[in-house]
């Protein structure tokens, strides 16, 4: 939430080759510093074996895959915002990505 009295440009940048997706926040100063502290990704999983599903609309001895695989990982990290050296608002952000497999479809016409 926006709560100075000016307006804020939020910017994305997306960096496929590196598979990077970043936020810049513009606005006007008024004295707040904001931190990420204590980033951490554990919990590892790999992603289960690939599934092969028969596709009648394909000829026999195609394969073609509709989804990708998908490693799994719980990550967090804390959020704090000081003014004036007090901290005004902290928050840890916790995400679960649950590994995927990767899926593919399997000619069975002939």
């Given at each position: 939430?926006?709560?100075?009295?000016?307006?804020?440009?939020?910017?994305?940048?997306?960096?496929?080759?590196?598979?990077?997706?970043?936020f810049?926040?513009?606005?006007?100063?008024?004295?707040?510093?904001?931190?990420i502290?204590?980033?951490v990704?554990?919990?590892?999983?790999?992603?289960?074996p690939a599934?092969?599903?028969?596709?009648?609309?394909?000829?026999?001895?195609?394969?073609?895959?509709?989804?990708?695989?998908?490693?799994?990982?719980?990550?967090?990290f804390?959020?704090r915002?000081?003014?004036?050296?007090k901290?005004?608002?902290e928050?840890?952000?916790?995400?679960?990505?649950?590994?995927?497999?990767?899926?593919?479809?399997?000619?069975?016409?002939?």
């Open positions: 939430m926006n709560d100075t009295p000016a307006y804020i440009l939020i910017q994305t940048k997306i960096d496929t080759e590196n598979v990077n997706l970043a810049e926040l513009y606005g006007a100063k008024d004295g707040r510093k904001s931190e502290l204590n980033h990704v554990g919990s590892i999983v790999p992603p289960p599934l092969y599903q028969d596709d009648p609309t394909l000829p026999v001895g195609t394969i073609r895959q509709v989804d990708f695989a998908a490693w799994g990982a719980k990550a967090s804390d959020y915002v000081t003014k004036e050296g901290i005004i608002f928050k840890t952000f916790v995400s679960n990505f649950r590994p995927w497999q990767a899926v593919y479809l399997k000619g069975t016409k002939q």
